[in-house]
């Protein structure tokens, strides 16, 4: 390590956040964690985790407390909305570690959360709760953070502070993030409501006109999530995510495959949630000075390729081997952003462009419907493939 151990104080306990801390104590720094909310609570939704994530989640001791609650599917596939014939597919079970070095899972977001919290706690990082950044300054001494009653030094500050970032802000003005057109509904329902013939042990996305269906499996393989994006010219809510209501869901739904209506006949009124899909362009700049940014604060993204939270992981263990490569902070952090940014500006294009790929109508959607074969490996090649790890 060429840098002296450095106290890097983390904006946002996330999972961005956390994995970052986790990758900086591995390195021999002193990592604190600054939260705005009392209790740390992930939405009640699942979240696909990529062989790419994986390598670094196993690397940092993370995998082991998690093997109860993994589900691995057998393949990922795309499905159309109304007969159900597969129209592309990856195998993933038998030929992930092959392929990619790692496997690919999928687990409830409450679940991945507790995997860090553990570890986190094991090697004793501390999260400061409680403690919302409102202002940041730097001077020649270090980076300082402020909450409404104290003032925090420190060597770097990383902004993990999600898509509303206050460090951001600070850092680079005012840029709020933009309304995708999308709205995601969610929900998580047992599998013991579900009839056996449709219970399959695939990720599956189906894709219909103006929306699409993602379902796989949570909790060893006990409950299916599934979200529901779909497109919505506005969003009033400023909560972002409020009661869906199941009525509406089917009736959106309502042309749909048999499969799904009984994933929806099987849904609890009160477990649907609906939230507006918003996100940014990529940035030019992440770093300045002794900040920088990590996760959605730095590269949001449409949830339609399923690596906003992978991308964050990775982000967490270059910036570690960043700033131990450097004896000066501002050079680590340079490093850092220029090692990630190409990558996940990539990313935030793919979901984008995604989003109409998925939706398309008509001829259109034939057309895809006939061609996509040819392009899901090498899509998911670029994305798994990658390697943290070793930059
Ligand atoms: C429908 C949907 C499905 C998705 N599916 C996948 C998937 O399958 N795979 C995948 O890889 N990704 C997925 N994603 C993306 C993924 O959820 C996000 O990219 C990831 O959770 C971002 O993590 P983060 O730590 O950067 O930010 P966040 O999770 O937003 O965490 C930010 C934290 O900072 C805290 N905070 C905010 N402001 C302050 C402040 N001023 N002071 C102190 N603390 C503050 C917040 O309270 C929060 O705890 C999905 C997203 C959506 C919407």
């Known amino acids: 390590m060429k840098s002296k151990p450095l106290e890097i104080s983390i904006v946002g306990a996330g999972i961005g956040g956390l994995v970052a801390a986790l990758a900086l104590k591995k390195r021999g720094h002193k990592p604190i964690i600054y939260e705005k909310t009392e209790s740390l609570s992930e939405l009640g939704a699942g979240i696909q985790l990529s062989p790419n994530a994986n390598k670094v989640l196993k690397h940092l001791g993370v995998m082991e407390e998690l093997q109860a609650d993994i589900y691995e599917p057998e393949a990922f596939q795309f499905v159309h909305y109304r007969n159900g014939k597969v129209l592309a597919q990856q195998a993933l079970k038998n030929s992930s570690v092959k392929i990619y070095g790692s496997p690919n899972y999928d687990i409830h977001r409450a679940d991945l959360q507790k995997a860090l919290l553990k570890v986190i706690n094991k090697e004793e990082i501390q999260i400061k709760k409680n403690s919302e950044i409102l202002d940041l300054y730097e001077e020649a001494n270090g980076a300082f953070i402020k909450t409404k009653e104290r003032l925090i030094g420190s060597d770097a500050v990383i902004g993990a502070d999600g898509i509303h970032s206050i460090v951001r802000k600070k850092l680079w003005g005012e840029d709020k993030a933009r309304y995708t057109g999308n709205v995601a509904w969610r929900m998580l329902v047992p599998i013991e409501e579900i009839s056996s013939k449709f219970l399959q042990q695939n ?132 490093d850092y952003e220029n090692k990630r940014k190409y990558r996940t500006a990539k990313a935030q294009r793919t979901a984008s462009r995604n989003a109409t790929i998925f939706h398309l109508s008509d001829f259109f959607a034939i057309f895809r419907n006939l061609v996509m074969k040819f392009f899901i490996k090498k899509i998911m090649d670029s994305f798994y493939k990658y390697d943290a790890i070793s930059k």
Not at 219 to 242: I, P, R, T, Y
Not at 277 to 305: E, I, Q, T, Y
Not at 310 to 317: F, N, Q, S, T
């Open 203 to 334: 990720t599956k996305v189906w894709l219909g006109p103006k929306k699409h269906f993602v379902q796989y499996l949570v909790k060893g393989g006990n409950f299916l999530n599934c979200v529901c994006l779909v497109e919505q010219n506005d969003w009033m809510n400023e909560d972002w995510s409020e009661k869906g209501d199941i009525s509406e869901l089917k009736h959106i739904f309502s042309d749909w495959h048999p499969e799904i209506q009984e994933i929806l006949e099987s849904t609890k009124p009160g477990s649907l949630y609906k939230w507006g899909l918003h996100d940014r362009a990529p940035m030019n700049k992440w770093s300045k000075g002794r900040f920088s940014l990590l996760g959605d604060a730095a590269h949001p993204m449409l949830p339609f390729v399923a690596q906003g939270a992978a991308m964050a992981i990775e982000d967490g263990i270059v910036l570690a081997s960043s700033l131990s490569s450097f004896d000066d902070v501002e050079l680590g952090l340079n």
